[in-house]
């Protein structure tokens, strides 16, 4: 096909060469949102007298032909074209002729591609935090239903004082909803219009760019041209955010994994979300999970490739910057399929309640208490922590643990041991007297899940 701007070259493209160009082949994802574009730009140029207001009646129509036949598969994208915009451009002026090439007036490649992306990304923002919330939720659900749960908390993968499955949870909840809460800051910062910036400066016409900005619902303009072809901050900060969700996931794929083990069996994944071996028959392996974490790797890959894309190219637009999209489509594509799958993982994985409370059993994860017991009696805590150490140091040469100790032989190591001491090394005690505000008791974790459905209902998507 010839180019659109053969009138200034005398020599066809070489083929290799039109291939390494064209980015057709990932951009015409944004048909819709490249339309849209064009509708509100036609719209305002016939508003404002540029062009004829029957001409830009007749591409609005056409252009809305054109959405309605690629929705309907009706009309097919060619994969020769060079990117979505010319082609869009050429089918309309093929159909309705002369009135076709008005559209492009006070218009330039480089601020259209900078509004589509804007306007793809703003709806692919929502479609994440859509699937965080649910992820949220059934977090929540599981929380409630393990409250009171009692298992091993860690540090350095030791255990280290006791909590519940349900405040063990929450910790996620709480990642997620702060990712929640960025890409909404992203949402307002992508949510802004450049259409007007033109090549890079701006346009003779008297154009409207707060009509073109409303119409499609954008919150503002953008204030410099040069910027507003050339700014991809937008892009990059949600490439930063879903690598954020991605180590979130890849964190809690470690636990998930380590918990599926012999050694853990704290969880059961759902047959439904685990593989067997081509060779080891008794295998039930976490791929998911892997999988999860590696495609972590692959996300923060996509976060360097954009910033490493941006250091170098002044301004304003330089086609380099057409590398945006296959990487933010693919840290889309990829952390969207994560979440949603990791979900339905967690909700269908079986806790094994009495495994956590035999873990919890077994590791002196109430020394901590015992000390504070004899703080409560008066002893400063430096010596009640040596008292508990020698009795852990006694419990582990006897074979023995802090809830079957005889009280003869917590009375050889301080007078201050009573009855007493029963209840406050009980591991259900010592988590429910952890009643401070964000604690795993089991009325805090009532109020954590409260509070975490309260925000997700107060929280817009913007
Ligand atoms: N396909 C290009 C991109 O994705 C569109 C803008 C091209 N502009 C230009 N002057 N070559 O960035």
């Not at 007749?58 to 929705?71: F, Q, T, V, W, Y």
């Not at 030791?158 to 990712?179: C, K």
């Not at 873990?359 to 002196?364: D, E, I, K, V, Y």
């Amino acid at each position: 096909m010839a180019k659109m701007w053969d009138a200034r070259f005398s020599k066809e493209e070489n083929t290799r060469v039109n291939d390494f160009n064209s980015s057709i082949s990932f951009d015409s994802r944004m048909f819709r949102e490249d339309i849209a574009g064009s509708v509100a730009h036609a719209a305002m140029l016939g508003k404002q007298g540029i062009i004829d207001a029957q001409e830009s009646e007749k591409i609005i129509a056409g252009l809305n032909g054109i959405l309605a036949d690629l929705e309907s598969g009706a009309l097919a994208v060619d994969p020769e074209a060079e990117d979505i915009h010319m082609f869009v451009e050429e089918v309309l002026t093929a159909r309705i002729g002369d009135a076709g090439k008005r559209l492009h007036t006070a218009r330039s490649r480089n601020d259209q591609v900078a509004l589509d992306i804007r306007l793809y990304l703003r709806r692919e923002i929502c479609e994440v935090r859509s699937l965080l919330r649910a992820m949220i939720g059934t977090l929540t659900d599981i929380a409630e239903a393990h409250a009171d749960d009692v298992m091993p908390g860690y540090t350095h993968l030791q255990r280290a004082q006791p909590v519940t499955f349900g405040h063990y949870m929450l910790a996620y909840a709480q990642m997620l909803l702060r990712d929640d809460e960025r890409l909404g800051q992203i949402y307002s910062r992508t949510n802004i219009s450049p259409l007007g910036s033109g090549a890079l400066a701006s346009t003779t016409y008297p154009i409207d760019r707060f009509a073109v900005a409303d119409a499609l619902g954008m919150d503002g303009v953008t204030e410099n041209s040069m910027d507003g072809v050339s700014d991809r901050d937008f892009l990059a900060e949600l490439i930063f955010a879903l690598s954020l969700v991605m180590t979130h996931l890849s964190r809690f794929s470690e636990e998930i994994i380590l918990w599926c083990s012999g050694e853990f069996s704290f969880i059961e994944l759902d047959d439904a979300f685990s593989t067997g071996s081509s060779i080891m028959p008794q295998k039930k392996n976490p791929d998911i999970a892997e999988l999860v974490r590696g495609k972590t790797g692959r996300v923060y890959g996509d976060l360097t490739a954009i910033l490493c894309v941006l250091k170098g190219i002044p301004l304003a637009y330089n086609k380099d910057m057409q590398e945006d999209k296959e990487a933010v489509f693919d840290a889309l594509d990829n952390t969207k399929l994560c979440v949603e799958l990791f979900t339905a993982m967690i909700a269908t994985m079986k806790v094994r309640t009495a495994r956590l409370r035999e873990a919890a059993s077994g590791g002196f994860i109430n020394a901590t208490d015992c000390a504070d017991y004899l703080v409560k009696k008066g002893m400063p805590f430096r010596d009640a922590y040596r008292v508990s150490g020698r009795l852990v140091a006694y419990c582990i040469e006897n074979h023995t643990d802090f809830e079957s100790l005889p009280l003869e032989v917590y009375r050889t190591y301080s007078e201050l041991f009573e009855k007493d001491v029963y209840d406050a090394v009980n591991l259900d005690a010592c988590v429910n007297r952890r009643t401070v505000y964000g604690g795993p008791s089991h009325e805090s974790v009532l109020r954590q899940i409260e509070n975490v459905r309260k925000t997700l209902a107060e929280r817009g998507m913007r």
